[in-house]
C-alpha cells in the first residue's frame, strides 16, 4: 500500500533491492509524515533520509541501533586513537578511490577517438601517487589526493564534451555550474546509501577514519564513498549527459548557483535506482551482487580489518 501510494509523489523515493524489499526512503521537498510512518519505519528498520528543496541533505531517521557491539566500537576507537593504524585506513580508502578514479578513466579512454587527454590525466595521477606514501598524517594524505582528484575533475570535459556541461572547477554550496549540481547530488544520495549500510553492520557511522570524527554527525560513510563515487555517481552523470538524458531545461537558476529542478532530481534518482539494482560479477564470492550490496560487502572488509582478522581491501572495480 505504501509502495503504490507514494508512486505518485516525485518527491518520495523508495529504494529498492534485488529482492524488491525496502531498504531506505529519500524524500526531496515538502512531505509529511506521522509518528505512526516513523513507528513503521523503524520497526521494519527503513531509514528515511531528508533533503530541502534544493536537494541538499538535512538529516535522517535514523531507527535505533538493531546491531549493537561494544567490542566492534572499541577496536573502532582504538584504530581512530592510534595515530598509525587510522592513517593506514585512511591511505587504504584513499588508494581505493583513486585506483577506480583510474578505472573510469581508462574505461573513456578506450572509447574515444583522441584519447591523449585522457592519457594525460592517467599520467599526472600516477604522477601524484607517490606522494600518498609519502604522507605522514591524515591531513597530508588528503592534501595528496586532492591533488589527484583536480586532475581526474579535469578530464570531465575530455569525456563529456558538451557546452552545456563544462566542469571549470569543482564548487559547492551552492553548485556554480550544472555539472557540479550533478555530482554535488549524486554524492550527497551515495552518502546516505553508505549510512544506511552501516546501519546493517557492528559498525559505528560516528567513526571515520579518512574524514575525521569531530562534530559532524557521520564520517564512515563519507569514508566508504570515497570507493564508490566514481563508478557510480561520476559514471551515470557520463551517461546521462552522452546520451542527452539530461539538459539545461533540468536546472534551475539561483542568486549564487545551480541546482538540479524537479524534473532533474527525479530522472537522476529514478536512473541511479536502475544503476543501483544492476548487478557485477563479484572475483571473490563468485557470483554477481547488486551495487548496493558491494557496498555492504565493502563494510564487512572494514570490520574484519578492524577486527584483526583480515587486513582491509579496497574494492576494485575490473569492467
Given amino acids: 500500500m505504501l509502495q503504490e501510494r507514494c508512486s505518485f509523489f516525485y518527491t518520495l523515493w523508495i529504494l529498492l533491492d534485488n529482492q524488491h524489499a525496502w531498504n531506505d526512503i529519500y524524500i526531496f521537498g515538502e512531505v509529511d509524515v506521522s509518528k505512526r510512518f516513523l513507528e513503521f519505519a523503524a520497526q521494519k528498520e527503513i531509514i ?4 530541502n528543496h534544493y536537494g541538499y541533505y538535512v538529516g535522517s531517521f535514523y531507527p535505533r541501533e538493531h546491531l549493537n557491539s561494544g567490542h566492534v566500537i572499541v577496536k573502532q576507537a582504538e584504530h581512530y586513537i592510534d595515530p598509525a593504524k587510522r592513517l593506514e585506513l585512511a591511505r587504504l580508502f584513499v588508494q581505493g578511490s583513486i585506483r577506480q578514479m583510474e578505472r573510469v578513466l581508462k574505461y573513456y579512454r578506450s572509447r574515444l577517438s583522441e584519447p591523449e587527454e585522457l592519457e594525460k590525466a592517467l599520467q599526472s595521477i600516477e604522477r601524484e601517487e607517490g606522494r600518498l606514501n609519502q604522507a605522514e598524517t591524515v591531513e597530508q594524505l588528503m592534501a595528496a589526493e586532492g591533488h589527484i582528484r583536480e586532475a581526474y575533475y579535469a578530464s570531465f570535459d575530455t569525456i ?8 571549470e572547477k569543482r564548487t559547492k554550496r551552492p553548485p556554480h555550474n550544472r555539472l557540479n549540481a550533478l555530482i554535488s547530488f549524486g554524492n550527497s544520495i551515495v552518502y546516505t546509501m553508505c549510512l544506511s549500510e552501516i546501519y546493517k553492520t557492528y559498525l559505528d557511522p560516528r567513526i571515520g577514519f579518512l574524514h575525521s570524527t569531530n562534530f559532524r554527525r557521520f564520517s564512515l560513510n563519507l569514508d566508504i564513498a570515497e570507493i564508490f563515487k566514481p563508478i557510480i555517481v561520476d559514471r551515470l552523470i557520463f551517461t546521462l549527459v552522452n546520451r542527452h538524458m539530461l539538459s539545461h531545461k533540468h536546472f534551475e537558476k539561483l542568486t549564487d548557483g545551480i541546482l538540479l529542478n524537479e524534473e532533474g532530481r527525479k530522472l537522476f534518482v529514478s536512473e541511479l535506482e536502475k544503476k543501483m539494482q544492476t548487478t557485477v560479477q563479484h572475483r571473490h564470492l563468485g557470483k554477481s551482487v547488486s551495487y548496493r550490496r558491494l557496498i555492504r560487502l ?8 578492524l577486527l584483526g582478522e583480515k587486513t582491509y581491501e579496497p574494492y576494485a572495480a575490473r569492467w
Avoid at 48 to 51: A, E, L
Avoid at 160 to 167: A, L, M, S
Avoid at 298 to 305: A, D, F, I, P, T
Fill in 48 to 51: 528515511v533520509h531528508y533533503f
Fill in 298 to 305: 565493502e563494510l564487512y572488509k572494514v570490520q574484519k580489518h
Fill in 160 to 167: 563529456i564534451r558538451h557546452p552545456d556541461f563544462v566542469f
